[in-house]
């Protein structure tokens, strides 16, 4: 059977693949959505943008007083911070998408591989377990403060990942800062393991599965991200902090 | 039914853009457009019928709230079929261990939309179209997805990309490994 016939049979076949019945969505979508409107969402996030805005203004105004600069710059912590600019309102973990929340205890009974965590950062101010992650993907979110800048858009400060069973690897790496203007990747050793600094607000990252595969993970937080693997199990910190800054945080892992 | 001004019925962005702006039933219209595929969707990913109506409602409810962060002027097929894969998705893997349907060619051979063969011909080609449906069903889950995405639901290889949030590259590789195995197991059946 040549490969053109056997697409020929796929299609044929799928003319007469017995489907089960499909279900009328109509009544219980729009029970669910009732008099909702995504506009509200747009419209709140129109006012925030606003706001930022009219906050950017005043801190571009007061710095052009040389007297003035030194200390709003301290004080607003520019140089960490950078000012949103695609409009959206900050967005809390819980819109992350980064599974369900639970405790750090239930997070360390939920998966097989041992949890660790960043003294540098303390005690996180939530963790997240993602069960669609093969094995589980645990989140430790940490918000923001005058030593950890908030990330652009979100309230938070570092993000910090732990989940089995990939390999982080420089072609797969490769191909996706490749699509991404401005990003680029370097190689660093972390903790005496092989490990990946990307700069420069990547989107997406990427991974190898077990079975050669690439897959593609969105990064929560516009910033920088330290990606490595120890154990079986792979790392992420996600964060505006300097490489130096986040290769700390990754040494004081237990 | 909204419909223009001229009486054709509105294109998906017409109504994405009137949904966005919270008018409820231009988005009931794209419910009723894309709930099939989106049902098929799932039932390929949780093969249960009733997980696939789940994981569907549940898209398009949460597809309604995320029409904000939709970038207008993308096709909105394949973003709503992203989603309803993720609910699918999450739904196969915290789910515990369940019977799981195959897919079945059907029982009655009509004839495929080709030029009617003749009755032996016909039996011949029913008898191998139901054994390629169960070679696909043994495939590992992400051939299958692949295979199912392509062939069966008619999408294109970059749909199924964006779909399944696999590079195009991967889709590409993966169909044609899933094609080797499907051929060898058919040669091998004889």
Partial sequence: MSMNDLEHSLTSVGRRIEWPDDADLMR?????????????????????????LAALVMA????????????????????????????????????????????LAQARDSVAFEVKMPAALGPPDSVWLDTGVSGGQVALA?????????????????????????EVSDIALKKVTGS??????????VEGEQGFWVSGEPHVIAYLEPDGDI???????????????????????????????????????? | MITSVEGRPL??????????????????????????????????ITRSTAEAED???????????????????????????RIVTNEALNRVRSATRRTQLALRVER?????????????????????????????????EKDRLAISCRYWLDLSERETAEILGWPRGTVKSRLARALGRLRTQMEAEG
Wanted: hydrophobic share 40%; no cysteine; charged share 25%.
């Fill in chain 1, 215 to 254: 897959r593609n993970e969105t990064v929560r937080l516009a910033g920088n991200v330290l990606l490595w693997e120890s154990d079986g199990v792979t790392y992420r910190i996600e964060s505006t902090l300097s490489k130096e800054e986040a290769l700390a945080i990754a040494g004081s892992l237990d």
């Fill in chain 1, 28 to 52: 219980s979508v729009r029970a669910a959505i009732g008099d909702h409107s995504p506009r509200r969402i747009t419209l709140a996030r129109g006012l925030a943008y606003a706001a930022t």
């Fill in chain 1, 142 to 166: 940490y918000e923001s403060s005058p030593d950890l800048p908030a990330a652009p858009g979100t309230n938070l400060g570092a993000l910090v990942t732990q989940f089995p069973d990939a």
């Fill in chain 1, 180 to 189: 991404q203007p401005g990003t680029s990747f370097e190689p660093v050793i």
């Fill in chain 2, 11 to 44: 294109g998906d962005d017409e109504l994405v853009d009137l949904a966005k702006r919270g008018d409820a039933d231009a988005y009931m219209q794209l419910v009723a457009r894309h709930q099939r595929l989106a049902q098929r969707v799932a039932f390929v």
């Fill in chain 2, 108 to 140: 009655l051979d009509r004839p495929s939309g080709d030029a009617a063969p003749s009755p032996e011909a016909a039996a011949t080609t029913a008898d191998e179209h139901r054994r390629l449906v169960d070679a696909v069903n043994r495939l590992g």
């Fill in chain 2, 55 to 81: 994981a569907a409602q549940e898209a398009f409810v949460k597809a309604y709230y995320a029409l904000g962060r939709f970038r207008g002027g993308a096709p909105f097929k394949p973003w709503l079929l």
């Fill in chain 1, 60 to 103: 571009v105004s007061l710095l052009s007083f040389p007297g003035v600069r030194t200390a709003v710059a301290d004080f607003l912590g520019i140089g960490g911070v950078r000012i949103d600019t695609d409009g959206s309102a900050p967005t809390p973990a819980g819109e992350l998408d980064l599974g369900e929340r639970m405790s």
